[in-house]
């Protein structure tokens, strides 16, 4: 069952700009953290952020901090990224992921995840 759902994929070019968002999918997430994840072609998949759902906390790859923001609206139990200054190592699927431990970025320790969106970037 696919209980976390990303959206907001797309192609753009460098330098462009890209929100993604994660919602939850007949059930909620409001006592879990919230991570996202990338894997490139060829590539493992990458941490990328991640957020405390009890006191906003957030963590990001060295890759990309100063370019993401994770955010959450726990009203809407959702997810976002905010994704600027795109380059084209950013390109990937991006996957929205819940965990019970604090920041980590361990993908191992992440529960449930979702399809996962694309993300291509062109120069």
């Known amino acids: 069952q696919v209980q976390l759902v990303e959206s907001g994929g797309g192609l753009v070019q460098a330098g462009d700009s890209l929100r993604l968002s994660c919602a939850p999918s007949g059930r909620t997430f409001s006592n879990y953290d919230m991570g996202w994840f990338r894997q490139a072609p060829g590539k493992e998949r990458d941490f990328v952020a991640a957020?405390?759902?009890?006191?906003?906390?957030?963590y990001y790859a060295d890759s990309v901090k100063g370019r993401f923001t994770i955010s959450r609206d726990n009203a809407k139990n959702t997810v976002y990224l905010q994704m600027n200054s795109l380059k084209p190592e950013d390109a990937a699927v991006y996957y929205c992921?819940?965990?019970?431990?604090?920041?980590?970025?361990?993908?191992?320790?992440?529960?449930?995840w979702g399809q996962g969106t694309q993300v291509t970037v062109s120069s």
């Open positions: 992921a819940a965990t019970r431990f604090r920041g980590t970025k361990n993908g191992a320790l992440y529960a449930y």
């Open positions: 957020i405390s759902w009890s006191d906003g906390s957030t």
